[in-house]
């Protein structure tokens, strides 16, 4: 118990943290029309409400909703989402006026979520196009949008300290060529074919390239296992509900059928309460969210053969001040009051923790309990907060104090 404390205790704090659901942000508040778009009829300043509705379609009209998919604002949560777009009679989320009912329809009708490649079944692995149209297997909810270089930032691409890959779909590639021992993760085994956004392989005689076909030797997704997954699949067609044979997965392993794009991928993030939460992007590289709205317009900072192809039909003129403006006004409708000043549940008590050692910027005190040649610790005391929360609200990134 002793030697795994951190693990116990990083653990109990995951497991306290999945409870604090922020879901009170005026967006999450406001009733929705027939097309399940706010109406922002809980917000009572008129040039702030039409502001709100051109900040939503710039949003979903630049491809930005198929990454920040569903209430979590996250195609990276998987599960959730899955569950989410599974019939389950009774069930519903959203806002009080108007409920949204669990289903194929419940993050849009004509089930939309299913172009963002979420479905029912819980699927960590895709097939989706680069900026150079090629398609490619990629991890559900990770992408390469250009943040940096990726021969120096690969991330989901590299591998975790015993050597074993990061990425869904590079173990994908191991259970089509039948390596077992290459699999390391249980959802990879039942990973469907069929809800890929670009199929893999079709039980069609066609012209299609970087497609397996029936002459490539392709089988039934799912018969290696004895249970068929053409059921309920993602463009209600079980012809592409196949993967290649073994032998041609092996065939073709380092050909484009076989490719994946997980090079410089990193995790969508959740948009919930981003005002709150720069310096953005994984490495904190932009201070502020019309910088991230730049950067986007732009077309990231790095061009790769790997680059999403969804950033490329972002329009250029995100970046006058009225879609700026607008847009970053949809992104702070996101902000759950209760996080902004600290309030239950997301308050927390008194925090005492190290920060760094006693002594300045070019020595420092000896005489730590630990032997008298280190440094003597020095600590932060964070305030308890209470239910009530705070007085002063948590502040924006680079944002004066008020």
């Known amino acids: 118990m002793e030697a795994n404390f951190a693990m116990f205790f990083g653990l109990a704090i995951q497991l306290y943290e999945s409870t604090l659901v922020s879901d009170q942000s005026p967006l999450d508040l406001s009733p929705l029309d027939a097309a399940m778009i706010p109406t922002w009829s809980n917000v009572s300043d008129p040039a702030l409400v039409a502001s709100l509705k051109r900040g939503v379609s710039l949003f979903v009209n630049n491809n930005c909703s198929l990454c920040h998919a569903g209430p979590t604002l996250s195609l990276a949560a998987v599960a959730t989402n899955a569950a989410l777009v599974a019939p389950t009679p009774g069930a519903t989320f959203g806002p009080p006026a108007t409920p949204i009912a669990y289903g194929p329809n419940a993050f849009g009708p004509n089930n939309i979520a299913a172009g963002a490649g979420i479905s029912r079944y819980v699927n960590p692995v895709t097939r989706d196009n680069t900026g150079q149209n090629l398609p490619r297997l990629m991890d559900l ?43 390391f993760d249980l959802p990879i085994d039942n990973v469907r074919s069929c809800d890929f956004l670009i199929p893999l392989a079709v039980n069609l005689n066609a012209p299609l390239s970087n497609i397996f076909l029936p002459g490539d030797g392709i089988q039934a997704d799912g018969s290696r296992e004895g249970v068929a997954r053409n059921q309920n699949c993602r463009n209600a067609n079980p012809v592409t509900a196949y993967i290649p044979t073994v032998a041609a997965a092996q065939a073709n392993r380092n050909g484009s059928k076989m490719a994946v794009a997980t090079n410089a991928a990193f995790k969508v993030p959740t948009l919930r309460n981003v005002e709150l939460t720069g310096p953005y992007m994984h490495n904190g590289g ?117």
Do not use: C, W
């Open 141 to 183: 909810g990770y992408t390469n949008v250009g943040v940096t270089k990726p021969d120096t930032d690969p991330g989901v691409a590299s591998v975790d300290p015993f050597g074993q890959p990061l990425s869904f779909a590079a173990q994908y590639v191991e259970y089509l060529a039948g390596n077992n021992a290459g699999v």
């Open 286 to 402: 932009m201070a502020t969210l019309v910088q991230v709205i730049e950067f986007y317009a732009r077309h990231g900072n790095f061009a790769s053969p790997e680059l999403h192809g969804v950033i490329g039909p972002i329009a250029a003129n995100l970046i006058n001040p009225q879609n700026t403006d607008d847009l970053s006004n949809f992104l702070k409708a996101l902000t759950d009051e209760r996080v902004r000043y600290q309030k239950a549940p997301f308050d927390h008590p008194q925090l005492t923790m190290g920060h760094g050692h006693v002594g300045n910027d070019v020595q420092v005190e000896a005489g730590n309990p630990l032997g008298a040649d280190l440094a003597k610790d020095e600590t932060l005391t964070l305030p308890a907060v209470g239910a009530d929360g705070a007085a002063v609200p948590i502040t924006p990134f680079l944002a004066p104090l008020p």
